[in-house]
């Protein structure tokens, strides 16, 4: 029973990390394409500086929960997937220090070199959480002992590959929103424009994966014995519908969180499906790495459950908090990146 | 090389690096903590300068810090999956709770500050560093937990071949982690108050009576000297601690062989540790061993003989790093202890200055070469005594450790120097002009 609480609280710890730095991973990826002068890139820095920091911890978190619950999950799954987390963790290190150093730096030729450092460090894992992802839902190929039998490119299969652009597109879309919302004049027109175009990606992409992951998954062997789970792709893709209708009318803060809802759904519809699977091999059953197989003892599982039942709706508070304080447009007369330092 | 040693290669790259920004970042956020008090108390304005000045420099820092981090706690299962697995019932909870309870109000609360200087008051603002210097101290406080029961494993039964957590309070409260964490929270409080010592000892080398400086000098002098001393003593309780816990650890730093009674402590010696002696040994003093470690000269202190070979560490890293440690925390005493009788004259002095401005490195030494005793200390085990570092390593190539060790020394390079340089150039170009007489709630309300 408490492996399953564990699971769900594993599963939305993701879905809300994915959720939150969808945002800014996604306009980390588009700042080049969206900002055009010096001005404008400043507005973009300055619209994620305040939160990016914050939105990562979830994932520090979703880390750590995945090593206390399920040490066993957590051991292969990250041992197995070597490569592709090495390459998510020194994009993610690049981009922290560009949007802490880019502001500060002296030259021109420094800020340029930051810049494609956000770039870089955000399109990586926005793509790469999405390979994973779809990976796992589709299974890894791991022996009885945790080792991986697949290579680095393998992983960019047909399907990884799909589960990589739907997670980029969907960040993409969320990261002009919040900019749409964010900004004013032509970096919010453009913001807004683009918001729209790769909203059609998105939706593309979306109604593919579904498809695709009947063919290529066991996601579906949870709905069909439980049909009332239906409801999490449902509202993934209503949720998605709805981004675009509140772009029609340009309510840009509305269509930010529906967005925020299609990432929380898309990611729990995998996540539903696995269950009671956190990891599972393509090379036999056995090998699955279950929350029956791989979890902590009931003793661990309790203590850490009275600290989040206690601190998560702590966190959730002042982050709320935080978020509301910064809530208003970003101006150019702040010039808050260098000013406020 | 094969995977263990890459692997062990890479943590050290990670941890070394990461263990550059820590303590900085514990120990500066008390000290901007207490400049923005003073402001938003007295409402002085060159205090709201000095937060603003000096947290600059911390931003740099607890970005790096941040990101460096994250790092680490991957590769538990990236590199050390075996480990991972075998402790995950009592080490993942501590990770996760460090996550939850601290680390988030660490990261929300640094941005409300950074941003916040226009959208809070002066006392609210000055509640939001608390909050951050208060939850990177509890954050090091989990996260040292977590490390102590690597060192002195409590508060479990074995079960299926693996320690599973059955007293969680135990864990928490041991003796070893109390020490450790009093340890090394005063050893990063030393950094952060040399680090205000030698950039204020720059500028007033330069502007003697700048009062912004000399303000800056005193608030982190008293600071430093306060936890230089209690880190002597401290220290001293520290190895009768490590006596009890593990003796193989105490043998090794004192190059200790032969157990006995009336163990010395020798001045200057040279292990040799495939003839088990040292080859030189210079100013014997007799029973001080015995005396620091139990309290009374006449106490038997077991030697590296007795220890089989393969349960002993390395004794020349440990027991050089631990001779180099001690002299660097006592000279620490000795310049906080000068600094203090030249308080009232401190511009005057241009040589005490001077030494200043170099000695910002050393407490940085010291924190890297108190790391290397402890860990490489309590080789071969990873887990002190149940699991040994060999059997820990993931199973992965070599070819991939490789790569990415190469990546990481690259990449963690180019960062250091990009951001201690970066930290360099702010701090020499000072603080903001301060304006002269103003209201000190002008700002609000913006």
Not at chain 1, 288 to 300: E, G, H, R, V
Not at chain 2, 308 to 318: G, H, I, K, N, Y
Request: hydrophobic share 55%; proline share 5%; with cysteine.
């Amino acid at each position: 029973m408490i492996e399953t609480i564990w699971f769900v609280l594993w599963g939305v710890l993701w879905a809300v990390y994915f959720m939150l730095d969808g945002f800014d991973l996604g306009l980390g990826t588009l700042m080049p394409f969206v900002a055009k002068n010096e001005a404008e890139k400043r507005i973009v820095y300055n619209s994620m500086g305040p939160f990016w920091d914050g939105n990562e911890v979830w994932l520090i978190t979703a880390g750590g929960v995945t090593f206390a619950a399920f040490p066993g999950t957590y051991a292969v799954m990250f041992s197995s997937l070597y490569s592709p987390l090495m390459f998510i963790l020194f994009a993610l290190i690049l981009r922290g220090a560009a949007l802490e150093m880019r502001g500060k730096a002296a030259s021109t030729g420094g800020r340029k070199l930051w810049d494609m450092c956000l770039v870089v460090g955000s399109f990586v894992p926005a793509l790469l959480f999405g390979v994973a992802f779809a990976n796992i839902f589709r299974g890894i190929p791991i022996d009885g002992e945790g080792i991986y039998h697949g290579s680095l490119l393998g992983l960019l299969n047909p399907y990884g590959l799909l589960g990589g652009l739907l997670f980029l597109s969907l960040f993409l879309v969320h990261g002009c929103l919040w900019l749409a919302a964010k900004s004013e004049g032509d970096l919010h027109q453009r913001a807004a424009k683009m918001s729209g175009r790769i909203w059609i990606a998105a939706l593309v992409a979306a109604a593919l994966f579904l498809g695709y992951s009947a063919i290529e998954t066991n996601l579906y062997d949870n709905y069909r014995a439980m049909p009332a789970l239906f409801i999490i792709p449902f509202l993934a893709v209503c949720t998605l519908i709805v981004v675009r209708v509140f772009i029609g009318n340009a309510s840009w803060w509305k269509a930010w969180f529906a967005s925020c809802a299609a990432i929380a759904a898309a990611a729990l519809f995998g996540v539903a499906g696995l269950y009671p699977a956190l990891f599972p091999s393509s090379m036999g059953k056995a090998y699955t790495m279950t929350i029956y197989n791989s979890s902590s003892s009931p003793l661990a599982l309790k203590i850490m459950l009275v600290v989040a039942l206690i601190f998560v709706p702590i966190v959730i508070i002042y982050q709320a908090w935080a978020y509301s304080l910064f809530r208003g447009k970003v101006k150019e007369q702040d010039s808050g990146y260098e000013k406020v330092y | 090389m094969d995977t263990l040693m890459l692997s062990r290669l890479q943590f050290a790259v990670a941890t070394y690096f990461h263990f550059l920004f820590v303590p900085l970042t514990l120990g500066l956020s008390m000290l901007i903590a207490i400049m923005e008090t003073i402001y938003a108390v007295r409402g002085d304005e060159e205090y709201k300068a000095m937060a603003r000045f000096w947290g600059k420099l911390f931003l740099i820092n607890f970005a790096m810090g941040v990101v460096t981090g994250l790092t680490l706690e991957f590769q538990f299962g990236t590199n050390w999956s075996r480990y991972s697995r075998y402790v995950g019932d009592i080490f993942g909870p501590l990770l996760a709770i460090e996550a939850t309870v601290t680390f988030f109000l660490e990261s929300t609360f640094i941005a409300v500050w950074a941003f916040g200087w226009n959208r809070l008051s002066p006392k609210a603002h000055a509640v939001a560093i608390w909050l951050v210097a208060l939850a990177s101290s509890m954050s090091a406080i989990w996260i040292l937990i977590a490390n102590s029961w690597m060192q002195n494993p409590v508060g479990f039964a074995m079960k299926n071949g693996r320690p599973v957590l059955n007293d969680f309070m135990a864990v928490v409260t041991q003796g070893y982690a109390i020490l450790t964490i009093l340890h090394t929270l005063a050893g990063a409080y030393i950094v952060a108050g040399f680090f205000v010592m030698g950039i204020s000892a720059y500028h007033l080398l330069r502007k003697p009576q700048d009062s912004f400086f000399l303000r800056s000098f005193r608030i982190a002098l008293i600071f430093a000297l306060v936890f230089s001393v209690f880190e002597v003593i401290e220290g001293h309780m520290h190895g009768a601690g490590l006596a009890l816990k593990q003796p193989a650890k105490l043998a090794s730093l004192e190059a200790h062989w032969n157990t006995s009674a009336n163990a010395p402590v020798y001045l200057l010696a040279i292990p040799d540790p495939e003839n088990d002696r040292n080859s030189i040994e210079i100013g014997r003093v007799p029973g001080a061993l015995s005396l620091l470690a139990f309290h009374t000269p006449t106490a038997t202190v077991t030697g590296l003989k007795d220890i089989p070979r393969d349960q002993r560490p390395p004794v020349a890293p440990t027991f050089v790093s631990f001779r180099l440690m001690v002299m660097l925390g006592m000279l620490f005493l000795l310049l906080t202890a000068t600094g203090f009788f030249l308080r009232n004259r401190l511009a005057s002095n241009r040589l005490y200055l001077k030494v200043m401005i170099y000695a910002i490195p050393l407490p940085y030494i010291a924190c890297a070469l108190g790391w290397t005793v402890t860990e490489i200390g309590r080789q071969p085990w990873i887990v002190y005594g149940l699991m040994k570092t060999a059997d820990a390593v993931s199973p992965v190539s070599s070819s991939q450790v490789a790569a990415s060790l190469a990546a990481f020394t690259i990449v963690y390079t180019l960062l250091g120097i990009a951001a201690f340089s970066l930290i360099a150039r702010q701090a020499r170009k000072g603080p903001e002009a301060v304006p002269k007489v103003q209201p000190a709630r002008q700002e609000d309300g913006v």
